[in-house]
T-cell receptor, first 118, second 117 residues
Framework: NAGVTQTPKFQVLKTGQSMTLQCAQDMNHNSMYWYRQDPGMGLRLIYYSASEGTTDKGEVPNGYNVSRLNKREFSLRLESAAPSQTSVYFC?????????????????FGPGTRLLVL | AQTVTQSQPEMSVQEAETVTLSCTYDTSESNYYLFWYKQPPSRQMILVIRQEAYKQQNATENRFSVNFQKAAKSFSLKISDSQLGDTAMYFCAFMKQVSYNNNDMRFGAGTRLTVKP
């Protein structure tokens, strides 16, 4: 079971270049997320997708676009990279299941993509 | 908006001893989930333990347990019999319980734990 996969693992860009970060999950989850992680700031939500065909902004969406290609895949695009976007990017998907009273919910994370913008 | 605060940027513990990591949060929600994630040097986020707010019983997973104080909005993680492999960043996280459209999982800034031999 691969879980959540991300490509690439590491990327160096020059200011103004564009690129797409890929994410895929094989757990049949409806919801998928993109986070960025910066030193001393934990993880911050960039965009999320509650289901195939829908996307919504999170806490820090500026400079990014997303695409929910199908249920498995959720990509993050930087149209014109800036040094402030140097970060580690995590994709996640969310499970939810009825267990006894109420729902049990957990997010599963990919291994991350390190992006350096020069 | 929900906020999560981890007041201990760094901690250390001797191997085989017990350590407690602190987390407080602020929310007006009554139903939610709390998590502790571990991030080793590989940077992968690994779920350690989960607590549902509607449950009064504290969650336990092997050597890991939590002290969940809902009224105080406190959610601490206790690691017993610490092992060298427990060395990592630990993140506390809050997620609202929404039946379908869930856009809000907030993380603390993290606590770097070092287990010393």
């Amino acid at each position: 079971n691969a879980g959540v996969t991300q490509t690439p693992k590491f990327q160096v860009l020059k200011t103004g270049q564009s690129m797409t970060l890929q994410c895929a999950q094989d757990m049949n989850h409806n919801s998928m997320y993109w986070y960025r992680q910066d030193p001393g700031m934990g993880l911050r939500l960039i965009y999320y997708s509650a289901s195939e065909g829908t996307t919504d902004k999170g806490e820090v969406p500026n400079g990014y676009n997303v695409s929910r290609l199908n249920k498995r895949e959720f990509s993050l695009r930087l149209e014109s990279a800036a040094p402030s976007q140097t970060s580690v990017y995590f994709c996640a998907s969310r499970s939810s299941g009825l267990a006894g009273v109420g729902y049990q919910e957990t997010q599963y994370f990919g291994p991350g993509t390190r992006l350096l913008v020069l | 908006a929900q906020t999560v605060t981890q007041s201990q940027p760094e901690m250390s513990v001797q191997e085989a001893e017990t350590v407690t990591l602190s987390c407080t949060y602020d929310t007006s929600e009554s139903n939610y989930y709390l998590f502790w994630y571990k991030q080793p040097p590989s940077r992968q986020m690994i779920l350690v333990i989960r607590q549902e707010a509607y449950k009064q019983q504290n969650a336990t997973e092997n050597r890991f347990s939590v002290n969940f104080q809902k009224a105080a909005k406190s959610f601490s993680l206790k690691i017993s019999d610490s092992q060298l492999g427990d060395t990592a960043m630990y993140f506390c996280a809050f997620m609202k319980q929404v039946s379908y459209n869930n856009n809000d999982m907030r993380f603390g800034a993290g606590t770097r734990l070092t287990v010393k031999p």
